[in-house]
């Protein structure tokens, strides 16, 4: 995860043998033992938004357009934040694990807008710290999904609180997703992962700043992370959840009996949360700590488990909620009619 905002700090390190089989562990070959690899969502047509802290260079792309390397071709990067057409090392992680034909969950992703985070929070989109009169930008046509492997902070509380506050309200006008990285390590940082409408993502082996928003935020209390992604740095389970949204957003556009609604943020990130595996960490037992007996059975004031949230991405269990459609609500013990 690139720590921002002022420098970048690359702790992101590729290790080929810790994520060889890492579909294995997120439920995709099951999903492609199920339905047929051919018939497999890989987020074709859905645009995503990359922002990446710029490296000691200035470089912040996943790859040059002008020499497209063979597990990004038939791609192309709209570079929003002007600049150099050389790839940083962090970005091509993180494409690789989103969106590259080799590795990629959602191998169909082909456009890419990319920002570096300075540009992006201020004059690049999100304007903040310009006051109510210079909201954030115009949706990025049809852009659905936005990728924040990076944490940070502005060093002060009431300007944190404002890009916090725009980002969710840029959710729920835009109706995009927007996933974000909690730091490696212990070190909480409040960008992106403070926010309500984000989905803020740990990695499998639970080194990650996992805890609560702290006093002081809004919203204090609420626990992080949402859910944990199947590799062992944050900037890559972030880019595992993007993938497994956009494929989430082409099961919905593909399947006419489902409604437009199912694609929204709110659906999308209840689908991955409610359908993680409840395993913990190396073999620990999920937990919430819920009431086990009597007439309270099932309550709990801690509805995640403290260290990797609602647990582990699983895109196979993620399509079969989205397959069964929308439901009548029931109340609790009570089966819905039909």
């Known amino acids: 995860m690139n720590k921002c905002l002022l420098a970048a700090v690359s702790v992101a390190v590729f290790v080929a043998d810790t994520r060889a089989d890492y579909r294995d562990w997120c439920g995709w070959t099951e999903l492609a033992a199920r339905i047929g690899t051919e018939n497999v969502p890989d987020g074709t047509d859905v645009i995503i938004g990359q922002v990446e802290a710029a490296d000691g260079n200035g470089h ?34 993180v494409g690789r694990t989103c969106y590259s034909l080799e590795e990629g969950l959602a191998p169909g992703i082909t456009f890419i807008n990319a920002w570096t985070v300075n540009s992006w929070k201020a004059v690049g989109y999100m304007h903040s710290g310009q006051g ?86 809004d919203g204090a209390g609420r626990m992080k992370p949402d859910i944990t992604g199947p590799l062992f740095l944050t900037s890559e389970t972030t880019a595992t959840i993007s993938a497994a949204a956009a494929m989430l957003v082409q099961q919905v556009r593909d399947d006419e009996s489902l409604p437009v609604e199912a694609e929204s943020p709110e659906v999308v990130k209840a689908i991955l949360m409610a359908s993680a595996i409840h395993n ?59």
């Open 60 to 93: 912040y792309v996943a790859f040059d357009n002008s020499s497209i390397p063979a597990e990004f071709d038939g791609k192309f990067i709209a570079k929003r934040s002007g600049g150099t057409n050389s790839p940083s090392s962090h970005a091509t992680m």
């Open 132 to 217: 109510a009169g210079t909201p954030p930008d115009e949706a990025m046509g049809a852009q659905k999904i936005w990728n924040h492997a990076w944490v940070g902070t502005t060093g002060n509380t009431a300007a944190d609180h404002d890009l916090l506050r725009r980002l969710d309200w840029v959710v729920s006008r835009d109706d995009v997703i927007v996933v974000v990285g909690l730091n490696n390590g212990t070190d909480q940082q409040p960008l992106l992962s403070y926010g309500f409408n984000t989905i803020s993502v740990g990695r499998r082996d639970g080194d990650h700043a996992s805890g609560d928003v702290p006093g002081g935020y």
């Open 280 to 338: 913990g960490v190396s073999g620990e037992t999920w937990t919430n700590n819920a009431v086990e007996d009597g007439d309270d059975r099932g309550l709990t004031d801690r509805p995640l488990d403290a260290t990797v949230g609602a647990g582990h991405l699983d895109v196979n269990r993620s399509h079969l909620v989205m397959s069964a459609g929308q439901q009548p609500g029931a109340a609790s013990g009570e089966a819905p009619a039909g």
